[in-house]
């Protein structure tokens, strides 16, 4: 049933963000509010009307509705285990890395058409990083593709389980990169911090400043599809293929379990960086995934 | 017989070390004299036949042991007569001298060691014995000196070491594994081309550090300028033929596979780069230390050269380290009387040489024409023999720019030297004390050496010099 | 298991890129000891027990516990600030260092002939070119000393990959890396730390013309 995992996304992103608040509340040494908080919260936005700014046009209207739409269609080619996504084709892993550039776009550009400075500078911010984190994903996804020999995302994650120490040596590195990138890609911990009240140290809560009521609702659980979309690529390194659904769904939701509390783990214990430290951080990111490349050519033994 | 002797010449240090007595230092100083010459002269008669494993006299060894012993004499009593004037307390003396032996005996051990890693652990082992009298005068520049020194020293023989992991990755597929020289080049007949040119690379890059060549020139600069003069002597003379040998040794090493070309370029490219970046420094070098000191690099570049060009350049290149060595030897004991008649190494605060002490200033003179190899000097000879070969191996480009760098070198030198002999411009302080002839004489037998070895070479030396070159194309 | 391993080596040299205090750098140093440990330990379990013996105290013992301890007596002893000052912003420093892990793989690549595994390599003169860049990028003699350490743990691996035949090279290396690391550290370190106010390389310049 090609249309599972996409179900299984939607379902883990009700609760994925309450875990990370609850991990992080219970390190601080609090109760902290139940794991459906965080939607409880968005339910009552979706609810809620929206406020336009004058001067705004068109374009800040559409903007969150493409968003969340590109993050959906993105989650549409996820596959689960052997089962490929509603649609899967050759290269694909492009075309999912440039449908979510194209949502990140539209926010970027909305951003801007507020006319407000602060939501410009969050901008700038949001589309560097984003800039700077893209080249890792592809050189991650290049060295899985390389290690299989396919192109596509169900075939890439279906001939991945060879059953050697070394496509789980490789997963376990390339989900430590994929949590990374997807810390980034989130607007998380060590590179900006959600919980920030000054905007002149914001990123992505600067940039939907003036948007409000549903679509404030759409764009915050947009980051949690993202979290739980991600979750879902690394959880996939992982399914045993062959298994029954029996088997591979608890795999799947015990993943981005996991994942969850290691974003609410890292949150906790990590200080935000200084602005001028980001850059650097997440070119590592890309050093590391190079790495991650040349490990697989080496090993395969394919060289120029 | 050179296990016997590294026995007793490391007891000798071990002793010399505990002890306090001046009359026990002089009689222990003689006695390591009395050994080290006794190896030298047994050395000579029983060429070419190995004692242990890892040793060989062989001729190119034996050669600089030669030089090592003769300079040792006048190394030992120039430090005499450099640390009766500091006053230094009994203990740094015993510390100076144990030091000194012990750098004699690894140097020893060094020139004629006979398997590549134990050359290597003996080259590291000089760089510690030198610290030790780098060191010697306690005070924070000496200390930045040393710490330079050591530090660059260790990398680069750190570097060295890859080489030589390197060098045993490429042979460990031959049946028997074997580091000695004379074995290393049959087993890397089959080694491919790019990865020789990689295991060359980074061993002449961390021998380079003794020799003082291009890449990694400036460790032994600073590590002159601060050291005592006779250690300076020996920095400069001895300790850079260890750094020759082992070049020397490595290229014969790679001589027989096809890199050759490509070696003969890289060593053309250190000497020449050795030969200009001395020539800058030497036109606005005010420290006659560090003036001589450039001066060394030139000519190590020289040598380098001769190595390079091929042919008599061999020989010559052997010729002109061994010359060098006498010359640069007794600049520095010279430049310690200088030292003491001015109490400053300045070239601009001093002048007038000539009326405060006219041995030392006559020994300038003199040095001044060996070292610019002007024709009575045996350096002329060697330096037309390396530029006849440049120009027989068509090197005419070379040829012209390291003539036209040494003439700059020259021609500072002269202007820096004859300054210190003529200039009376200055009102200067009185020497506080009579300068001594007798100290000089030794410069002048070193220099009489050095005209004599130019115009009549003894056939001894002509053949030990030809037995060293033989295996090379 | 080794190429998980050499890859997280040369994570960890990448990480010293970014590092900006000195507390960083030492435990990374640790870091990679207990990687050189594992390495050794899976590469050299076949050579006789003594020689194993020895290569992992050096590891352990030396590597991991040793110098970091001794490291951090040493900083706060002299009273050096904790910060790594280096010369370059460290965007470029991860940038440049991941170009010499590019450079050594292209370099790995170029030569042939030689039967070597190609990991080895490539971790090896990335950690040799890496520590003579933070050597030459960074300002105190401090970092200097960690630069050499690094320079000395990518000989390590170097050797290493030579394999069980070569294990007297092995030794000779180590005996070396034991040997001057304690003589420069031990010696000099605490005698520039009491000679000059503060151990910068600022201090070491007045050797010019």
């Known amino acids: 049933m090609p249309g599972l995992v996409f179900i299984l996304i939607i379902i883990t992103s009700f609760f994925f963000t309450g875990i990370v608040i609850r991990t992080k509340s219970i390190f601080s040494g609090r109760k902290g509010p139940g794991i459906f908080q965080p939607m409880k919260d968005i339910w009552r936005l979706l609810q809620k009307e929206n406020v336009y700014s004058q001067t705004s046009s068109f374009i800040f209207k559409i903007a969150p509705d493409i968003y969340f739409a590109s993050v959906l269609i993105a989650i549409m080619l996820i596959p689960f285990g052997t089962q490929k996504g509603i649609f899967s084709f050759d290269g694909d892993f492009v075309f999912f890395a440039y449908i979510l550039a194209v949502g990140k776009f539209f926010s970027i550009i909305g951003a801007l058409d507020t006319g407000n400075s602060f939501e410009g500078m969050g901008a700038s911010r949001e589309a560097l990083y984003s800039f700077l984190a893209e080249p890792a994903f592809f050189i991650l996804m290049g060295s899985l593709a390389l290690l299989t020999g396919y192109t596509s995302f169900g075939d890439i994650f279906n001939g991945i389980h060879f059953g050697s120490y070394i496509s789980y040596a490789i997963g376990t590195l390339a989900s430590f990169v994929l949590i990374l990138i997807a810390m980034i890609e989130n607007s998380r911990m060590p590179v900006d911090d959600p919980k920030t009240h000054l905007e002149l140290t914001m990123i992505h809560e600067v940039m939907v400043l003036d948007n409000s009521g549903f679509d404030l609702g759409l764009i915050l659980h947009a980051t949690n599809l993202k979290f739980a979309m991600y979750g879902a690529i690394i959880a996939n390194l992982f399914l045993t293929p062959g298994r029954e659904w029996y088997f591979s769904i608890p795999i799947f939701i015990g993943v981005q379990i996991l994942f969850a509390v290691v974003v609410g783990t890292l949150e906790s214990f990590i200080a935000r960086f200084r602005m001028s430290h980001n850059p650097q951080f997440i070119f590592t990111i890309t050093s590391i995934s190079l790495l991650i490349f040349f490990a697989v050519l080496l090993i395969l033994g394919k060289y120029f | 017989m050179f296990g016997y002797y590294l026995i007793i010449a490391f007891f000798v240090g071990i002793v010399s070390m505990l002890n306090r007595n001046r009359v026990v230092r002089i009689l222990l100083l003689g006695l390591f004299l009395a050994i080290q010459t006794a190896i030298t002269i047994y050395a000579y008669f029983h060429l070419n036949e190995s004692n242990t494993i890892y040793f060989k006299f062989d001729a190119l060894g034996v050669i600089f042991m030669c030089v090592l012993t003769l300079l040792s004499y006048t190394t030992i009593y120039h430090s005499f007569i450099y640390l009766q004037h500091r006053k230094d307390s009994s203990r740094s003396q015993s510390i100076y001298f144990a030091a000194l032996i012990i750098l004699i005996i690894v140097m020893t051990c060094a020139y004629l060691a006979s398997h590549l890693g134990i050359m290597w652990v003996f080259i590291e082992l000089t760089t510690l014995s030198v610290a030790v009298l780098i060191y010697h005068e306690r005070t924070p520049l000496s200390l930045e000196a040393t710490w330079k020194y050591v530090f660059i020293c260790s990398i680069g023989i750190t570097i060295t070491f890859i080489g030589i992991i390197l060098l045993s990755i490429a042979i460990q597929e031959t049946e028997i594994t074997n580091f000695s020289f004379k074995a290393i080049p049959d087993q890397l007949l089959h080694v491919s081309a790019s990865w020789l040119k990689m295991i060359f690379l980074f061993m002449i890059v961390g021998f380079c550090t003794k020799m003082g060549l291009f890449p990694m020139h400036t460790a032994a600069i600073d590590a002159h300028t601060v050291a005592p003069p006779p250690i300076s002597a020996f920095i400069s003379t001895t300790l850079m033929n260890v750094g020759f040998i082992s070049i020397f040794r490595t290229y014969s090493m790679f001589a027989h596979t096809s890199i050759l070309p490509w070696m003969n370029m890289i060593l053309f490219l250190c000497g020449l780069i050795s030969i200009i970046v001395s020539a800058a420094y030497l036109l606005k070098v005010n420290h006659l230390k560090r003036m001589s000191a450039y001066s060394s690099i030139e000519h190590m570049g020289i040598a380098a050269i001769g190595i390079a060009s091929g042919g008599i350049g061999y020989f010559a290149a052997i010729f002109h380290m061994i010359l060098h060595s006498l010359v640069k030897a007794s600049v520095f004991y010279q430049i310690d009387q200088f030292h003491r008649n001015f109490r400053t190494y300045m070239i601009n605060e001093t002048g007038n040489y000539f009326k405060r002490n006219l041995p030392g200033a006559m020994v300038f003179l003199l040095l001044l024409i060996a070292i610019t190899a002007m024709p009575p000097s045996g350096l002329f000879v060697t330096e037309f023999w390396i530029f006849k070969a440049l120009f027989t191996s068509g090197h005419f480009f070379i040829l012209v720019l390291a003539l036209f760098f040494l003439s700059i070198a020259m021609y500072s030198l002269a202007k820096n030297f004859l300054y210190i002999l003529f200039n009376q411009t200055k009102n200067l302080l009185p020497a506080e004390e009579k300068p001594n002839p007798t100290e000089t004489y030794s410069q002048y037998i070193l220099l009489a050496l050095v005209v004599y070895l130019g115009i009549n070479p003894p056939a001894g030396m002509i053949n030990l010099i030809k037995d060293a070159v033989i295996n090379l194309p | ?209």
């Open chain 3, 1 to 209: 298991m080794t190429n998980i391993l050499l890859i997280a080596f040369a994570i960890s040299l990448i990480y010293m890129g970014i590092a900006n205090r000195l507390s960083t750098y030492i435990n990374i140093l640790a870091v990679q000891g207990i990687i050189l440990f594992g390495v050794s330990f899976i590469e050299l379990i076949q050579i006789n027990t003594i020689n194993l013996i020895f290569i992992l105290f050096e590891t352990i013992v030396f590597k991991t516990i040793a110098i970091p301890l001794f490291l951090n007596y040493v900083i706060k002893k002299n009273k050096i600030v904790r910060e790594a000052e280096p010369f370059l912003p460290d965007f470029l420093s991860v940038v440049i260092i991941t170009c010499i892990i590019l450079g050594s793989f292209i370099l790995s690549n170029i030569i042939t002939g030689v039967h070597i595994q190609k990991m080895f390599f490539l971790v090896a003169i990335s950690a040799l070119l890496s520590g003579l860049f933070i050597i030459i990028t960074r300002k105190k003699v401090v970092t200097h000393i960690m630069g050499y350490l690094v320079i000395e743990n990518g000989v390590f691996i170097l050797s290493l990959s030579t394999g069980n035949k070569m294990t007297m090279l092995v030794n000779t290396g180590i005996t070396l890396d034991i040997f001057v690391s304690v003589l420069v550290l031990g010696v000099f370190v605490n005698r520039i730390g009491n000679t000059f106010e503060e151990m910068n390389v600022d201090n070491l310049t007045n050797l010019k013309d």
